[in-house]
């Protein structure tokens, strides 16, 4: 079946500048992740969703940084007033969620997101 | 000390070779644990669960020893399609929750 998807692939903003990513998680799965990293680096943390709610949003690095996921499936990371330190990759994943057995909390990622801030 | 910490590399191995990744995490309240592959400018790929029993799956096989807060990862029989970064990752909770990732070691296999 389709996989995560997101949207833009890649994005270039300039400093100051208000963006938002897209996130379509695999159908049927209840929660959503996001990520990001540099470049050298494994994914960082970011904010977690157990359906439309926010479960876990502690890795958003400032109040720039917020995201929603209103209808419990598609989500969006919404960023302002960009910086040139906010350039990265940003991942999406999304896991089956509270079911029974182990693999509901496998993460699968999307393609990511690459932004750059000039 | 990060919490999960792993060697760099890069690891130059020839094909055919066994290769062993090893990994230290620090949150001994860890309860589950992820070997990822991640290929250049591609997402990051779910290798293997690792359970405490440690678990075999093809020529890859995972090991966890939770009293020393490691984890290892052997390649046997390495191939060409097997160079990458393999990424070590652990979660807190079983369920669903955030993940934490090492940086990566960096294998090359050389023909």
């Known amino acids: 079946g389709a996989g995560v998807s997101q949207t833009p692939s890649n994005k270039v903003t300039e400093k100051g500048k208000y963006v938002e990513l897209r996130c379509d998680p695999i159908s049927g799965h209840t929660a959503l992740y996001w990520y990001r990293q540099s470049l050298g680096q494994g994914p960082e943390f970011l904010i977690y969703f157990q359906g439309t709610g926010a479960a876990d949003d502690s890795g958003l690095p400032n109040d720039r940084f917020f995201a929603v996921r209103p209808e419990g499936s598609v989500s969006t990371l919404k960023i302002q007033r960009t910086e040139r330190g906010d350039s990265a990759v940003y991942l999406c994943?999304?896991?089956?969620?509270?079911?029974?057995?182990?693999?509901?909390?496998?993460?699968?990622f999307g393609p990511g997101t690459r932004l750059t801030v000039t | 000390r990060k919490e999960v910490e792993q060697d760099p590399g890069p690891f130059n191995v020839p094909e055919g070779a066994t290769v062993a990744f090893n990994c230290t995490y620090s949150?001994?309240?860890?309860?589950?644990f992820f070997w990822y592959r991640q290929d250049c400018r591609k997402e990051p790929k779910l290798l293997m669960s690792v359970y405490s029993s440690g678990n075999e799956d093809g020529r890859f096989t995972a090991q966890l020893n939770r009293a020393s807060q490691y984890i290892s990862l052997l390649i046997r029989d390495s191939k060409l399609s097997d160079s990458a970064t393999y990424l070590c990752v652990v979660g807190v909770n079983f369920g669903n929750e955030k993940l934490t990732f090492g940086t990566g070691t960096r294998l090359t296999i050389i023909p």
């Open positions: 949150n001994s309240a860890s309860q589950s």
């Open positions: 994943a999304s896991s089956p969620g509270r079911l029974a057995g182990a693999s509901s909390y496998e993460q699968y």
